[in-house]
């Protein structure tokens, strides 16, 4: 079965650009009418949904963070990956990576990688 | 947009049933039959319980159901377990083409 994995550091230093990257395995990030999502967990806040892109590169952005955010994706390393720039302490979370379901006729986000903690701090 | 509001926590015994809320509005929850609730145990990912407001996927046990009326979706655990105890939360599809989720609610198993 489809399996996520994200990977990336778990220290950034105020004001710079957080990068994370998530491994698919079990399948193929270009087949089917799949979406792959990045969400982030903090304490403060519970869970975000941060924005989400299709294999051909078509992204959606969380309006919140979408002056920040770039969501791609490299099908030929079957991953996909985030860049978050102008960090500050409020973007300490655990971000995970999800498969998405984005058709008219169901939406959801299943399965979920296990989750990375990213802190801002310097 | 704002968070999707459920109740901080729940709790109920061993073999009873718990039903957690989750109110939006009518640019979400009301607007989409798009709710879905996630499982989540101390440390783990979210788990996937219930998709488009009350189908459960594969492999999840049918003690789980989820409804909506209006702008509450909610989520039923019937007979309770202790593997049931975990944080549970609600996540709808907007009206601006993104999604929102809830605050979490704690289940405790007394």
């Known amino acids: 079965q489809v399996q996520l994995q994200e990977s990336g550091p778990g220290l950034v230093k105020p004001s710079q650009t957080l990068s994370l990257t998530c491994t698919v395995s079990?399948?193929?990030?270009?087949?089917?009418?799949?979406?792959w999502s990045w969400i982030r967990q903090s304490a403060g806040k519970g869970l975000e949904w941060i924005g989400r892109i299709y294999s051909s590169g078509s992204t959606n952005y969380n309006p919140s963070l979408k002056s920040r955010v770039t969501i791609s994706v490299d099908t030929s390393k079957n991953q996909f990956s985030l860049k978050l720039s102008s960090v500050t302490a409020t973007d300490t979370a655990v971000y995970y990576c999800a498969r998405t379901s984005d058709s008219s006729s169901s939406r959801w986000f299943d399965p979920w990688g296990q989750g990375t903690l990213v802190t801002v701090s310097s | 947009q704002s968070a999707l509001t459920q109740p901080a926590s729940v709790s109920g015994s061993p073999g009873q049933s718990i039903t957690i809320s989750c109110t939006g509005t009518s640019g979400d929850v009301g607007g989409y039959n798009y709710v879905s609730w996630y499982q989540q145990h101390p440390g783990k990912a979210p788990k996937l319980m219930i998709y488009?407001?009350?189908n459960r996927p594969s492999g999840v046990s049918n003690r789980f159901s989820g409804s909506k009326s209006g702008n509450t979706a909610s989520l039923t655990i019937s007979g309770l377990q202790a593997e049931d105890e975990a944080d549970y939360y609600c996540s709808s599809y907007t009206s601006t083409s993104t999604w929102v989720f809830g605050g979490g609610t704690k289940l405790t198993v007394l």
């Open positions: 488009d407001v009350s």
């Open positions: 079990g399948g193929s990030i270009s087949s089917g009418s799949y979406y």
